[in-house]
Structures are given as structure tokens and as C-alpha cells.
């Protein structure tokens, strides 16, 4: 365990479905981010928080809905998504520059699928 | 933007052998940070080494060491007595230096390594 924990771990979902990616940390860190990872891509920045504040949202289609309550979790909830939506959720987060560049402490993942 | 660049797909060797997994980048600034992170089959991303750009000399980890060449914008991985468990994909990623707001990795495609008993 690296001190970041997602649920679920496989989630399969029908195109009108809707449900929740969870993810939670208790590393301490101000900044928690979203990416997808897709076969043969390289992995794609979806959403940064920084102290719960979003701070970048990379042309995410509507359907993608994050949400940062406080600094510790960090949900992405899906409605009417599409097959090619299908990927791995990796979720990870991170400490301020200031007290050095760790990179980031990632999750598990969730392998989503929808069909 | 940045971007990173791994040429190698895939590579396979034998267990003990040497192998040197390849990443160049892109980038106008100057101070920066660049990692490689190994992702095995439990999905786990997880850090094998950090290199400061400022620092010229190169960092190690154990049997893991790299090659930092700047002015090449070249970061290539070599890992040593290479074991069974060494068995993952392997990401190349970029962190721009900066004090105020999240840190954003920039990553490659990813090489995708394979030892071979």
C-alpha cells in the first residue's frame, strides 16, 4: 500500500449508468490528480486540485465530473459514458515544491469498462 | 508544452543482464525535475528514481542509475543485474520546477520491459 487507496478496483458500466470513482489519501499532501491511462497512450492529465481548489481541467468531456470535498478525497463521478471511455483511472497526489519534488504517490487504479 | 518521448515499445533480456531504457524530452525551461516510475502487472505506479536537472551528477538507486545528458534532453534508465521482478512497464516523466500551485508530470508512452528467465 502506498498510502493512496481506490475504489473500486474493477467497475463495469452500462452507457447510461452512473457512478463514482473514490480515491483517498492520508500522505498528508495539498495536491490530488486524476489521469487515464489508455492502451499503447501515454498516460493523460485529466484533473489537478490543489488545497480542494481545481486547478486545471484538461478539455474533459462534461460526462467526467470531479470532486474534491477536502484534501484527502477525491471522487470522479461518471454518467452516459462512452465505450472508448474504457481505460485504467489512476489517481495520485502530491506535496508542495517547496518541500522538495517527490513526484507523486499514485493509487491502484480503477479498470473501468463500459459497455 | 513538454513532451516525452520513449522510442523503445518493448524490450526483453535475460535475468542478470544489463538493460538501458531510452527517453528524450522537450522543453524551454531550465530548471526541472525528471523520474522514472515502473508500473509491474498489479498496476501500481511506483517511483524508481528522481533526477534534479541542476544536478549533473547522475543519480542511482541500487542496481537502477540513469544517464542525464541536458543539453541532449536525454534521461535514459539503466538497471543492472537485471532480476525477474524487474518485469513492468516503465514510464519516462517531466515535472517543471515550480513553488506555487500542484506539480504536473508530463509522461512517454511507456517501454514495456520483459525479463526473461
Known amino acids: 500500500e502506498t498510502g493512496v487507496t481506490q475504489t473500486p478496483r474493477h467497475l463495469v458500466m452500462g452507457m447510461t449508468n452512473k457512478k463514482s470513482l473514490k480515491c483517498e489519501q492520508h500522505l498528508g499532501h495539498n495536491a490530488m490528480y486524476w489521469y487515464k491511462q489508455s492502451a499503447k497512450k501515454p498516460l493523460e492529465l485529466m484533473f489537478v486540485y490543489n488545497f480542494k481548489e481545481q486547478t486545471e481541467n484538461n478539455s474533459v468531456p462534461s460526462r467526467f465530473s470531479p470532486e474534491c470535498p477536502n484534501s484527502s478525497h477525491l471522487f470522479l463521478h461518471l454518467h452516459t459514458l462512452q465505450p472508448e471511455d474504457s481505460a485504467l483511472y489512476l489517481c495520485?497526489?502530491?506535496?508542495?515544491?517547496?518541500?522538495?519534488?517527490?513526484?507523486?504517490?499514485f493509487g491502484s487504479g480503477t479498470r473501468l469498462t463500459v459497455v | 508544452a513538454q513532451t516525452v518521448t520513449q522510442s523503445q515499445p518493448e524490450m526483453s533480456v535475460q535475468e542478470a543482464e544489463t538493460v538501458t531504457l531510452s527517453c528524450t524530452y522537450d522543453?524551454?525551461?531550465?530548471?526541472?525535475?525528471l523520474f522514472w516510475y515502473k508500473q509491474p502487472p498489479s498496476r501500481q505506479m511506483i517511483l524508481v528514481i528522481r533526477?534534479?536537472?541542476?544536478?549533473?551528477q547522475n543519480a542511482t538507486e541500487n542496481r537502477f542509475s540513469v544517464n542525464f545528458q541536458k543539453a541532449a534532453k536525454s534521461f535514459s534508465l539503466k538497471i543492472s543485474d537485471s532480476q525477474l521482478g524487474d518485469t513492468a512497464m516503465y514510464f519516462c516523466a517531466f515535472m517543471k520546477l515550480s513553488f506555487q500551485g500542484a506539480q504536473k508530470l508530463v509522461f512517454g508512452q511507456g517501454t514495456r520491459l520483459t525479463i526473461n528467465p
Open positions: 533526477q534534479e536537472a541542476y544536478k549533473q
Open positions: 495520485a497526489s502530491s506535496q508542495e515544491m517547496r518541500r522538495g519534488a517527490e513526484g507523486y504517490t
Open positions: 522543453t524551454s525551461e531550465n530548471n526541472y525535475y
